[in-house]
């Protein structure tokens, strides 16, 4: 179980993160919400995304080639990102929230 409860510290914290960000920047800023949202998904993802290269065979993190490529994280962060996209272009009613 403890290495259960490792595993999910760093994400609560992350999640803590972005919740404190959209409340401060809606707060001085009048940011709505999910442009928030939006924006740490697109971080989370561009990030991923150019440090893909670093995990593949022979690079940085993998230089024998014995790790797994982690496909699976970048796409759970892509859909998340169009997933919060979609909703942000097609409810225009979310962009009132935190404004």
């Given at each position: 179980m403890q290495k259960k409860e490792r595993r999910t510290k760093p994400y609560l914290i992350l999640s803590v993160a972005v919740v404190m960000s959209a409340l401060l920047l809606s707060a001085l800023w009048h940011v709505p919400y999910i442009d928030t949202l939006t924006a740490f998904a697109g971080l989370a993802f561009v990030g991923h995304l150019i440090t893909v290269?670093?995990?593949?065979?022979?690079?940085?993190?993998?230089?024998?080639?014995?790790?797994?490529?982690?496909?699976?994280?970048?796409?759970?962060?892509?859909?998340?990102?169009?997933?919060?996209?979609?909703?942000?272009?097609?409810?225009p009613a979310l962009r009132e929230f935190g404004a």
């Open positions: 290269d670093e995990d593949m065979p022979g690079g940085w993190n993998n230089p024998d080639g014995k790790s797994p490529l982690r496909w699976r994280g970048l796409v759970v962060k892509g859909a998340l990102l169009v997933l919060l996209a979609a909703c942000e272009i097609g409810v």
